[in-house]
C-alpha cells in the first residue's frame, strides 16, 4: 500500500512538472517582447549603489530564462549629477550584460546633457548607442518612446512637440512613453509633483495610440501606494526606485525592478522583482492590453 501510494506521489510530482513546463514553454513562444526597467538611484550621502548592483547581479542571472532583451532607465542615476556618481555608477552598469537604454531625470540636470550622454555610452560599452536624451525603440507589436525632460522633471514646447510628433508617426501602432515622471495628479500620493506642461496631457497622451506610460521620480514603497493604475484609457506603471525610498516615508525601503512581457496577441504583464529573488512577487503584478 505505502509503495503504492509513493508510486502515485511520483506521477502526479511528474505530471505537475510536465505541465509547468508545457506552461512555460507556451508563455515564452507567446511573448513577443520582454525587458526590464530599472528605477531611481542617485544615493546620498554617499555615492555607493549597493541596490543597484544586487539588482544587475539578479537581472543577468534572468536573462537565459527570460530572453531579456534590453533594460531600460528612467532617469536620477546620479544624484545632482555630480561625476563622483556618474563614476562610481558606471562600473556597476558596465556589468548589465543587456544594452541599456537610460533617460535623464532630474538629477542629471544638475549637470549637462553632455555629461549624461559620455556616460550613457560608457555604460554600454559598444552593446548600444545613445545619441540624444529622446529616442524611440520600435518593434513589431510596440513602440517605446524615451523622452528626457527638457529642464528639472518637466518638458517645454519644444519636448511636447517631439513627442506630439512621434507618437503621431507610429500610429496606429501602440506606444509605452518612458518618461522620468509622469503628468501632476497621476499618483496621489504626491500629486504636486510630476510633468506641468499642459501639452502633455492634451497634445500627447491624448492621442489613442499611447497605451502606457513609465515613469519613476517618485521613489515610492511598492507595498504602501497605488504603484499602477488606469486613467481614460492610458496605463500608469511607477517603477521603485532602487537606493531609496521617499513616499509615504523612508522608514521602509525594498530594492525593486520591473519587467515587462509583452505577449503576442497584445497582452502586457508587468513583473515585479526584489533583489535577491529571481521569483516575481505575485502581488505586484499588473496587467493591461496594448
Same mark, same amino acid.
Given at each position: 500500500?505505502?509503495?503504492?501510494?509513493?508510486?502515485? $506521489?511520483?506521477?502526479?510530482?511528474?505530471?505537475? $512538472?510536465?505541465?509547468?513546463?508545457?506552461?512555460?514553454?507556451?508563455?515564452?513562444n507567446?511573448?513577443?517582447?520582454?525587458?526590464?526597467?530599472?528605477?531611481?538611484?542617485?544615493?546620498?550621502?554617499?555615492?555607493?549603489?549597493?541596490?543597484?548592483?544586487?539588482?544587475?547581479?539578479?537581472?543577468?542571472? $534572468?536573462?537565459?530564462?527570460?530572453?531579456?532583451?534590453?533594460?531600460?532607465?528612467?532617469?536620477?542615476?546620479?544624484?545632482?549629477?555630480?561625476?563622483?556618481?556618474?563614476?562610481?555608477?558606471?562600473?556597476?552598469?558596465?556589468?548589465?550584460?543587456?544594452?541599456?537604454?537610460?533617460?535623464?531625470?532630474?538629477?542629471?540636470?544638475?549637470?549637462?546633457?553632455?555629461?549624461?550622454?559620455?556616460?550613457?555610452?560608457?555604460?554600454?560599452?559598444?552593446?548600444?548607442?545613445?545619441?540624444?536624451t529622446?529616442?524611440?525603440?520600435e518593434?513589431?507589436?510596440?513602440?517605446?518612446?524615451?523622452?528626457?525632460?527638457?529642464?528639472?522633471?518637466?518638458?517645454?514646447?519644444?519636448?511636447?512637440?517631439?513627442?506630439?510628433?512621434?507618437?503621431?508617426?507610429?500610429?496606429?501602432?501602440?506606444?509605452?512613453?518612458?518618461?522620468h515622471?509622469?503628468?501632476?495628479?497621476?499618483?496621489?500620493?504626491?500629486?504636486?509633483?510630476?510633468?506641468?506642461?499642459?501639452?502633455?496631457?492634451?497634445?500627447?497622451?491624448?492621442?489613442?495610440?499611447?497605451?502606457?506610460?513609465?515613469?519613476?521620480?517618485?521613489?515610492?514603497?511598492?507595498?504602501?501606494?497605488?504603484?499602477?493604475?488606469?486613467?481614460?484609457?492610458?496605463?500608469?506603471?511607477?517603477?521603485?526606485?532602487?537606493?531609496?525610498?521617499?513616499?509615504?516615508?523612508e522608514?521602509?525601503?525594498?530594492?525593486?525592478?520591473?519587467?515587462?512581457?509583452?505577449?503576442?496577441?497584445g497582452?502586457?504583464?508587468?513583473?515585479?522583482?526584489?533583489?535577491?529573488?529571481?521569483?516575481?512577487?505575485?502581488?505586484?503584478?499588473?496587467?493591461?492590453?496594448?
Amino acid at each position: 500500500m505505502k509503495l503504492l501510494s509513493k508510486l502515485l $506521489l511520483s506521477i502526479v510530482l511528474l505530471m505537475s $512538472l510536465a505541465l509547468n513546463m508545457a506552461y512555460s514553454s507556451e508563455s515564452d513562444n507567446n511573448t513577443a517582447l520582454r525587458f526590464v526597467v530599472l528605477g531611481d538611484a542617485e544615493p546620498k550621502p554617499e555615492a555607493k549603489f549597493p541596490n543597484m548592483a544586487d539588482a544587475i547581479a539578479d537581472i543577468n542571472q $534572468l536573462i537565459p530564462s527570460l530572453e531579456l532583451e534590453l533594460a531600460i532607465g528612467v532617469g536620477d542615476i546620479a544624484h545632482k549629477g555630480t561625476m563622483l556618481q556618474y563614476e562610481q555608477a558606471t562600473p556597476i552598469l558596465q556589468a548589465l550584460n543587456l544594452p541599456f537604454y537610460p533617460i535623464m531625470g532630474n538629477e542629471e540636470h544638475g549637470s549637462s546633457t553632455e555629461r549624461f550622454l559620455s556616460f550613457a555610452n560608457m555604460w554600454n560599452q559598444g552593446k548600444t548607442t545613445i545619441d540624444n536624451t529622446r529616442y524611440t525603440l520600435e518593434f513589431d507589436s510596440v513602440a517605446l518612446v524615451l523622452a528626457s525632460p527638457d529642464f528639472g522633471r518637466d518638458f517645454n514646447d519644444d519636448g511636447i512637440a517631439w513627442l506630439k510628433n512621434e507618437v503621431a508617426r507610429l500610429a496606429p501602432k501602440p506606444v509605452m512613453l518612458v518618461v522620468h515622471g509622469a503628468q501632476q495628479g497621476v499618483f496621489k500620493e504626491n500629486p504636486d509633483k510630476g510633468i506641468s506642461h499642459p501639452g502633455f496631457v492634451t497634445e500627447v497622451i491624448s492621442q489613442p495610440n499611447v497605451r502606457a506610460v513609465i515613469s519613476g521620480d517618485l521613489h515610492m514603497d511598492m507595498p504602501r501606494v497605488n504603484h499602477s493604475l488606469e486613467l481614460n484609457g492610458v496605463h500608469y506603471i511607477h517603477i521603485p526606485a532602487l537606493e531609496r525610498t521617499k513616499i509615504p516615508d523612508e522608514s521602509h525601503h525594498q530594492a525593486m525592478y520591473r519587467v515587462f512581457s509583452v505577449m503576442q496577441e497584445g497582452t502586457v504583464v508587468v513583473d515585479t522583482y526584489q533583489t535577491g529573488n529571481l521569483e516575481p512577487l505575485a502581488d505586484y503584478q499588473y496587467r493591461f492590453t496594448l
